[in-house]
């Protein structure tokens, strides 16, 4: 039998949390305060859309025909619509987070880019719609793998969370 191409796991929903970016967040750094607030270790980014000041992300780079592809750092000056964007809410194994979030944007002109968005590099405009749902029972870690050579999240089981009586 064919070794599995997948590595799975099953979480439990917790709590959804539903909010807004205000003008000056950051994207990133803006969803992961919501989680500290709501005492929220890992959570899928269900959706978030609104508008950025300027955007940074990483895009995919094929430098040569049969080359490995590479994501090479992307900017955007000057106010844009934030589309769609979607993710998860993990750790780096150290303790600190490591959200990884794609999402996708249009210019004045319309032309839609996107890709990985960088922390810190995401200023909100005008607002941030964002909805986030809680994952209990799961522990998810972005670490190097050296099969693809980036960094991929590990999936790991927990002991179900108590239930309260």
């Not at 099953?10 to 803006?30: M, N």
Request: glycine residues 10%; contains cysteine.
């Amino acid at each position: 039998m064919p070794e599995p191409q997948f590595h799975t796991v099953e979480a439990t929903t917790g709590r959804i949390v539903v909010g807004r970016l205000l003008p000056g967040a950051d994207l990133i750094e803006g969803i992961e305060a919501v989680c500290d607030k709501h005492k929220i270790r890992y959570a899928a980014v269900s959706f978030a859309y609104g508008s950025l000041s300027s955007a940074g992300f990483k895009i995919l780079n094929i430098p040569s025909p049969g080359a490995r592809a590479v994501l090479t750092a992307h900017n955007v000056d000057g106010r844009v619509e934030f589309l769609a964007g979607q993710g998860l809410v993990c750790d780096d194994g150290e303790g600190h987070r490591a959200t990884h979030l794609h999402g996708a944007i249009s210019d004045e002109t319309g032309t839609v880019k996107g890709g990985h968005f960088e922390k810190g590099l995401n200023p909100i405009y005008n607002n941030m719609d964002v909805t986030l749902i809680e994952l209990l029972g799961v522990r998810l870690t972005r670490r190097w793998d050296a099969k693809t050579q980036t960094i991929e999240m590990e999936v790991e089981q927990l002991a179900a969370p108590a239930q309260a009586d």
